[in-house]
């Protein structure tokens, strides 16, 4: 089964920046035709899709998110990384990584990880 694990710092200071990695198990990164996604929930609001990156490095950020946000991957580590520059406390709440086949279709998710912006 394709599993998905998230990891990063749980606090993070305002105006530095967040990476998060998402690791998978059991399935490449890498196979067609698969995407890759980052999608946060702040609390007391609704989910928020983030970005993905495609099976060949193609990458898609949201324009919320564009001017701040990228995606990159480690096909060595069969990994993918979420780097937020400039984080506020607006960008607290919970973040998960998920497979996607098309648009809006996440069928594998991570558990999530509670991300705090906070001094």
Do not use: H
């Not at 399935?27 to 495609?54: C, D, F, H, L, V």
């Not at 780097?83 to 069928?107: K, W």
């Amino acid at each position: 089964q394709v599993q998905l694990q998230e990891s990063g710092p749980g606090l993070v200071e305002p105006s530095q920046t967040l990476s998060l990695t998402c690791s998978v198990s059991n399935y490449s990164i890498t196979t067609s035709y698969y995407y890759w996604n980052w999608i946060r929930q702040p609390p007391g609001k609704g989910p928020e899709w983030m970005g993905a990156i495609a099976y060949n490095a193609v990458t898609y950020v949201n324009p919320s998110f564009k001017s701040r946000t990228s995606i990159s991957r480690d096909t060595s580590k069969n990994q993918f990384i979420l780097q937020l520059n400039s984080v506020t406390p607006e960008d607290t709440g919970m973040y998960f990584c998920a497979r996607a086949e098309s648009y809006s279709d996440f069928d594998y998710w991570g558990q999530g990880t509670q991300v705090t912006v906070s001094s």
